[in-house]
């Protein structure tokens, strides 16, 4: 074997820390130690969305929760495959399409984009590969073929014997049906005792999805489902025969039948298509537990092939206490959020909680993330400024900071190990994801961080020599970096994508956004000043040609009570 055919020593990659990671497990109902299956690498495969409609905050609080396991697991130094899947066909795409006279992939194709931009928008890494469902036909014929010959499955026939289009899971044949969710207990000698955790109790209370009733695949309202041909009210479709409103091009040719998939059986047929043996983590919101995920693990383990390991469950956001359902209306859709507050700030909202725990949407939620954002970047900045060599005056970046901003470069923030992390940040992430325990972390290394910018800008003590302000320096430095790189854990990192635009090569440029827009307000907010005191002087020529020139800039003034802002046109 020569060196190239050798197989990567992942395990060399990896940060100590690694082997204390702990995470919850939706079928034991237990936190415990991650094992991955192949050592150095993880899967993972998260439920995406359902491109129907406009993505709103629940859709993407999921994907952001997912993305920061994914993110620590990367840091801990995993290869990590991340699948998340996107399903392009199912009733309510069909229903809606044909309410609004469009092919029902030219809806799913639109809706996909919005998805999309939502999750880059917010900082979701893309995932490693991003399967639709409609691809993947021919694997879940197979799977249901799989399923059918070990004898848990069945095709309805009609009165000649021909398949109908309708295949069945047959949950009578399985008896280990439920063990993801214990909805039946069943008291065998494996099963995990022990009360089922708070968010799954909720859950379980409220009903199993983020939408109203009957308003997605994971709670429809569907004839399959209520069909008198079912053996038992449990079993479930793997394959459905058309309804008569179904176009032509929502109908697939199999050896049971023409029709369409079932609401579970792509998420088994590609996690099993894209994963196989390395399937670590199924990940999925709250709402996914029962019935689709159930029936999920259900499928594959029926077609003799390995479930997930593991199966993590998002919780769901609420307003004023209630679940969000489209009942709260359009205001909580991401476009709609991001009208208000800047990205950054709506994706602090909704990943400083940890994932299990409810999110409560609110003005209070909002101004924390604003004010978060305020101290995090007047640290970042200041102390970039600083480590420029720059004094600081009245708060104001110098000319020199921001040519040379002081900042670490992006390479070195991501190649910060987790084993040189702060141990409270290390202890927090690997406490099952405990983002708020590692948000605390944050902010203690940001007060030690702006205790030496104080003692730096108070410059050096009577008698003391240089060295003693290298050492702050070195400190500092470490303490920015440090600070990066754990936002940048959490996707927070504001000189990183997508909060410093297109810039992603170099620390001068990784700060221009937020430099930029500093040294810009600057200078504008000078000029709005003087033609404060033109207007003041009733010279109004003056004032008219200072705004006319900031216009022609692409530069707006708005002027209200409070005085002038601007914003870039
Ligand atoms: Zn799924």
Redesign the pocket.
Known sequence: MTDAEKPLDSNSLQAHVATELRLYDTASHAVSRFVPIVAGKVGIYV?GATVQSSPHIGHIRAAVAFDTVRRWLLRLGYDVTFVR?VTDIDDKILDKAAAAGQQWWERAYFYEREFTQAYDALGVLPPTYEPRATGHVSDMVELIGRIIDNGHGYVVRDEQGEPTGNVYFDVASWPQYGELTHQKQSGGANSVAGAPDEAAAVADRMGPSVDAAGDDKYNPVDLADASPDKHDVRDFALWKAPKPSDPQTARWSTPFGTGRPGW?I??SAMSHRYLGRMFDIHG?GLD?RFP??EN?MAQTKAAGWNSAARWMHSAWVTAKGEKMSKSLGNGLSVPAVLAQDSPWVVRYALGSVQYRSMLEWSDQTLAEARSAFERISNFIERAGAALAGTALADGILATDALASNGQPSLEEVTAVSADDLPADFVTAMNDDINVSGAVAAIFTTIRSGNTLLAALAAGPAKGSTTGSTTAETENLRAALLSVRAMLDTLGLDPLAEPWAGDAGNGSAAAGAGVSEHKALDTLITEQLDARAQARKAKDFAKADAIRDALNAAGITIEDGPQGSTWSLA
């Open positions: 439920c899947n579970h792509e998420c999925g996914l689709h995920h999920e």
